[in-house]
């Protein structure tokens, strides 16, 4: 056995693919000879790192239940969507506001693109390695004050607790009971300063106070999100209409 191939053996036992490819690649290609013995080992950790980065990001957009996998902040057409202003959508893609624990509200009327917006962003902070996990107000509500024996609920409940990038979709005003209005505060106070949110509703965030049926309680809620977010209000007609698509985006 030549010492290439047990050195072949030994990369793929130790799962260093992305290692073993390079050095399939090295050996084949004769601009390699006159490398250095660090440039090419270089090379080839430099190779392991790639696929083990990409590896790990596509098990992150797997997990992050976010509805448009595909969005892209590079492929937003401001000409259709004249209420998103380029440099701050610019700014916001360096996620310093990620970084200092701050949240992004998107609000506006249905169709405008809000969650893909929100997707996009999401699949900004995916691309630098960081847990995002998207869900509806709805459920998350629901799964809030149900029975933590019922299968599921304590999986997503951790996740919302400790993912760093929370999307709430859909945030709305209907009545919230004693107990989910408690247990939302619960929820944004443990994530207070350690996690941030996106949260897209078609209603004006004044609105969502009156849903709690307690001032204090909303308050203390909506204020650690409210006065530490990027505001994002979307205007114009339905994106959906003007993109000729029913139900979403393609």
Same mark, same amino acid.
């Given at each position: 056995?030549? +010492? ?9 036992? +130790?799962?260093?693919?992305? =290692? ?14 006159? =490398?250095? #013995? ?9 190779? /392991? ?42 700014? +916001?893609? /360096?996620? /310093? ?14 169709? +405008? ?19 995002? #996990?998207?869900?509806? #107000?709805?459920?998350?509500i629901i799964k809030l004050s149900a029975d933590k024996s019922e299968k599921g609920v304590t999986t997503f409940l951790n996740k919302v607790k400790k993912v760093p990038l929370l999307v709430i979709d859909d945030w709305g005003i209907a009545p919230l009971t004693v107990t989910e209005r408690h247990a939302l505060f619960e929820l944004i106070e443990q994530r207070d300063q350690k996690g941030s949110l996106i949260i897209t509703s078609q209603y004006p965030v004044g609105d969502w106070y009156d ?27 339905? #994106? ?11």
């Amino acid at each position: 056995m030549t +010492l290439k191939k047990q050195i072949s053996e030994i990369l793929l036992k +130790l799962k260093l693919n992305g =290692m073993n490819a390079e050095l399939e690649r090295q050996c084949s290609n004769d601009k390699y000879e006159d =490398m250095s #013995f660090l440039e090419r080992l270089h090379g080839l950790a430099l190779e /392991e790192l790639t696929l083990t980065s990409n590896s790990h990001i596509a098990r992150l957009l797997k997990r992050s239940n976010i509805r448009w996998k595909h969005a892209s902040l590079a492929e937003i057409d401001y000409k259709i969507q004249t209420s998103l202003k380029p440099a701050v959508i610019k700014e +916001l893609a /360096e996620l /310093e506001w990620l970084n200092n624990h701050r949240h992004i509200i998107i609000t506006g009327a249905t169709g +405008l693109g809000k969650t893909y917006l929100a997707s996009a962003f999401s699949n900004e902070v995916i691309m630098q390695s960081v847990e995002a #996990f998207q869900c509806r #107000f709805s459920e998350l509500i629901i799964k809030l004050s149900a029975d933590k024996s019922e299968k599921g609920v304590t999986t997503f409940l951790n996740k919302v607790k400790k993912v760093p990038l929370l999307v709430i979709d859909d945030w709305g005003i209907a009545p919230l009971t004693v107990t989910e209005r408690h247990a939302l505060f619960e929820l944004i106070e443990q994530r207070d300063q350690k996690g941030s949110l996106i949260i897209t509703s078609q209603y004006p965030v004044g609105d969502w106070y009156d849903a709690f049926g307690d001032e204090t309680i909303a308050d203390s809620t909506l204020d650690r999100i409210v006065h530490s977010a990027h505001k994002i209000n979307m205007k114009g007609e339905s #994106f959906r209409k003007l993109m000729g698509i029913q139900g979403g985006l393609k």
